[in-house]
């Protein structure tokens, strides 16, 4: 790999194109070298995300434009059901980070179920690595393929998968009361997304039936080493950018919400971007928000037994483009920080 990597980036005109663009610019060892967006292919990228102007960066074009042969690394910020033809077409020598949910399920038929089609290329579900890297950190560093985690799995894996792993909650009895930033449904346009359908309320969605529900039963089952199943309900919140997850967990035999915090402090005393906070510390979107940081909290529930587990992370960031960056730095061998050192935006 040379000093400098050379990036493009698939699908910029989205809002995770623009975050992995934006975390790139202040990314010691990556050079963005080609910018895709089908129907905007002509235009600077500035025309499109204004925030982004002024900085060099190469006009967007069309897929079938770019000379690959400059390529070393490829974030790929479609829509879900388009990516697997797209890496399909790729040379061999790019390295493929996939922010969208074509290769999370590792069971193609669970892809089938969910998300209405056949996957397109099982050869390469295959080899992709599922990349929640504080949890699979050697298997990222040597693939070719990696697929980014959902925003909420990551949200709710990355507390759970350590506590079911020390046999500390019983595994099945979780339930997930999750809530996301508008940024969550993508840029696409949709009636649902209007501001007078968002602003100045809150409902649930995908109720009984999100396609982020496997993907988190995928990873708790794998903590497990059996099969687990959750009750997992989202909500969309009147904000930009942001989820809190409020967890459910019933304790195992002889183990307290202490016990739990202490798991999770030991589990991430070393990583740069998991914060476990002290006792009686809550988090909050707004502590996080433009950081690549997860903060988790163990409180104690009223009810014998019980324990809440809370999380908070930035959707566009952790939960998608920062930790699509992360998953670079390890596949490349660049310090995992790199691009990434920025404190969260307060207020």
């Not at 934006?22 to 500035?46: K, N, Y």
Request: charged letters at 20%; a neutral charge.
């Amino acid at each position: 790999m040379a000093e400098r990597a050379k990036v493009a980036v698939i699908g910029a005109s989205g809002y995770t194109g623009a975050e992995v663009i934006r975390l790139l610019l202040g990314h010691p060892r990556a050079e963005i070298v080609a910018l895709v967006a089908g129907r905007r292919a002509g235009q600077a990228i500035g025309a499109v995300f204004p925030q982004l102007a002024g900085y060099g960066l190469p006009d967007l074009i069309a897929l079938e434009a770019i000379d690959w042969s400059g390529v070393e690394v490829a974030f790929c910020c479609l829509p879900h059901g388009t990516t697997q033809e797209v890496v399909l077409g790729l040379p061999e020598h790019i390295r493929v980070i996939d922010l969208s949910a074509d290769f999370r399920l590792r069971d193609v038929a669970t892809y089938a179920e969910w998300y209405g089609h056949a996957h397109r290329a099982p050869e390469l579900q295959r080899q992709a690595v599922y990349g929640l890297v504080e949890l699979a950190r050697g298997e990222i560093a040597g693939a070719r393929l990696v697929a980014v985690p959902g925003c909420y799995p990551t949200t709710c894996q990355l507390p759970l998968m350590p506590l079911i792993e020390a046999g500390a909650i019983v595994a099945d009895d979780i339930v997930i009361d999750a809530k996301s930033g508008a940024t969550g449904a993508g840029r696409a346009l949709k009636e649902a997304m209007l501001f007078a359908e968002v602003a100045e309320g809150v409902h649930a969605y995908g109720i009984g039936r999100h396609r982020h529900a496997p993907e988190i039963e995928q990873g708790l089952s794998t903590a497990a080493g059996r099969p687990v199943t959750v009750s997992f309900t989202p909500h969309l919140m009147p904000i930009n950018r942001g989820i809190l997850a409020s967890i459910y967990v019933r304790l195992s035999a002889g183990k307290a919400a202490d016990d739990l915090r202490r798991i999770l402090a030991e589990r991430y005393s070393r990583e740069p971007f998991v914060r476990v906070l002290d006792q009686g510390r809550a988090p909050a979107t707004r502590h996080v928000r433009g950081s690549n940081r997860c903060e988790i909290a163990v409180f104690a529930d009223r009810v014998a037994g019980r324990a809440i587990v809370l999380a908070a992370l930035d959707n566009l960031v952790k939960g998608a483009s920062g930790q699509a960056v992360q998953a670079m730095n390890v596949m490349l061998g660049f310090a995992e920080t790199a691009g990434l050192a920025a404190a969260p935006i307060f207020p």
